[in-house]
């Protein structure tokens, strides 16, 4: 925008382009908390194939950009898919009631980190 200052006139401020501000902070809010869940990534610690199905379930629900990795209690493996979520208090709750909190870590992804 500009501002317009003539003798015979009071001030104005003549705007070119503007947006709600509702909606640019919202935006904002969104990039911080896209940034936020792709430097962490969850893991998560299963019994069996049919908690591994409840969770994708789960995650299918709270899509997002944070990696999930899970590691089978009767192995030693880490399974490391596609599975991406939201990182929400929401998620947190509903994997809470399924698996139990001892099962759920939340660190700082280091491929991420620099």
């Given at each position: 925008g500009?501002?317009?200052?003539?003798?015979?006139?009071?001030?104005?401020l003549?705007?070119?382009?503007?947006?709600?501000?509702?909606?640019s902070n919202q935006s904002s809010v969104q990039s911080a908390d896209e940034a936020q869940t792709q430097s962490y990534r969850l893991h998560l610690r299963l019994?069996?194939?049919?908690?591994?199905?409840s969770i994708l379930t789960i995650l299918d629900s709270h899509?997002?950009?944070?990696?999930?990795?899970?590691h089978l209690a009767h192995s030693r493996k880490v399974i490391s898919n596609r599975a991406r979520c939201d990182g929400s208090d929401l998620l947190f709750r509903d994997l809470k009631t399924c698996i139990g909190e001892e099962n759920i870590k939340l660190k700082e992804d280091a491929v991420k980190q620099s």
């Open positions: 500009e501002l317009s200052i003539r003798e015979d006139d009071a001030p104005k003549l705007v070119r382009a503007g947006s709600a501000l509702a909606e019994s069996d194939d049919a908690q591994m199905r899509p997002g950009g944070m990696p999930v990795c899970f």
